[in-house]
C-alpha cells in the first residue's frame, strides 16, 4: 500500500537559518505532491503544489523539489522566522480530491 | 470571501451514541472532503462528495457516514460511537470536481469529537 514518511523528530533551527524538511514515499507514483502547514488547533493550510514533470517550485521564502527516481519530496524555508514554527505535512494525490498524508514534521525556529 | 466552516467546534459524547457534524465550503466550491486528524494516526481521508454523490471513500467502518446537499453543504454521521472516534474531524473544500486527482483542499478549523 502507499506509504508517505516524513522526518517524525521535530526540527529546531536558529532564525535567519534555511529549514529543509524531506518527504518520501513508496508504492506509489503520484501526478503531483502538496505540502500544507498546520498550526496547533487549527486545520491544514496549502502551501505548494508541485507536478511530476517539475524539478523545483518556488512561492517567497519557500522552495519545493520532487525527485520521482528517489522517490522524495524536499521542503525549503530560507531566512527562517520564528512565525514559520508549526507542522508541515507532505500530501500525495490519491485521485477524487482525496489527499494521502504523512505523519509531519514539527519544525521550531528559535530567535 | 468566507473559508470554511464547521459546526460545532467542540463536541463530548459518550460511548454507543452518535453525531452529526456539518460544513459549509467555500462558496462556489463543489466538491467536499472529510478527514480524521488523531495523535497515533495523522490525518486519515474518510470520504469525498462532489454534486451530491460519494466519489471516494476511506477505509474506515460503516458506522461513518455522509451527505451533500444541493448547495454543497456537507454532514458527516458517526453512529455508535466508540472511544477510539475521538479526535479531530476536519472538512476541507475545493473548487473543482478534481477528476480523478486532487484539487489544492482548503481546509475548516476542525470539529473536536471527544467520547467518554
Known amino acids: 500500500s502507499q506509504k508517505i514518511e516524513q522526518n517524525s523528530e521535530a526540527l529546531n533551527i536558529q532564525e535567519g537559518k534555511t529549514a529543509t524538511l524531506t518527504c518520501n514515499y513508496t508504492?506509489?507514483?503520484?501526478?503531483?505532491l502538496q505540502w500544507y502547514r498546520q498550526d496547533p488547533g487549527r486545520g491544514p493550510v496549502f502551501l505548494l503544489l508541485?507536478?511530476?514533470?517539475?524539478k523545483e517550485k518556488r512561492k517567497e521564502r519557500l522552495k519545493v523539489t520532487f525527485d520521482t527516481t528517489l522517490k522524495q519530496s524536499l521542503f525549503h524555508i530560507t531566512a527562517s522566522q520564528p512565525a514559520d514554527s508549526a507542522t508541515y505535512l507532505c500530501?500525495?494525490?490519491?485521485?477524487?480530491?482525496?489527499?494521502?498524508f504523512g505523519a509531519g514534521t514539527r519544525l521550531a525556529v528559535h530567535p | 470571501k468566507a473559508g470554511v466552516t464547521q459546526t460545532p467546534r467542540y463536541l463530548i459524547k459518550t460511548r454507543g451514541q452518535q453525531v452529526t457534524l456539518s460544513c459549509s465550503p467555500i462558496?462556489?466550491?463543489?466538491?467536499v472532503s472529510w478527514y480524521q486528524q488523531t495523535p497515533g494516526q495523522g490525518l486519515q481521508f474518510l470520504f469525498e462528495?462532489?454534486?451530491?454523490?460519494?466519489?471516494n471513500k476511506g477505509n474506515f467502518p460503516g458506522r461513518f457516514s455522509g451527505r451533500q446537499f444541493s448547495n454543497s453543504r456537507s454532514e458527516m454521521n458517526v453512529s455508535t460511537l466508540e472511544l477510539g472516534d475521538s479526535a479531530l474531524y476536519l472538512c476541507?473544500?475545493?473548487?473543482?470536481?478534481?477528476?480523478?486527482?486532487?484539487?489544492?483542499?482548503?481546509f475548516g478549523p476542525g470539529t473536536r469529537l471527544t467520547v467518554l
Open positions: 476541507a473544500s475545493s473548487p473543482q470536481g478534481g477528476g480523478t486527482s486532487t484539487d489544492t483542499q482548503y
Open positions: 508504492n506509489y507514483s503520484p501526478a503531483y
Open positions: 508541485i507536478r511530476e514533470n517539475e
Open positions: 500530501a500525495l494525490e490519491g485521485g477524487y480530491n482525496k489527499l494521502i
Open positions: 462558496s462556489g466550491h463543489r466538491s
Open positions: 462528495y462532489f454534486s451530491e454523490t460519494q466519489r
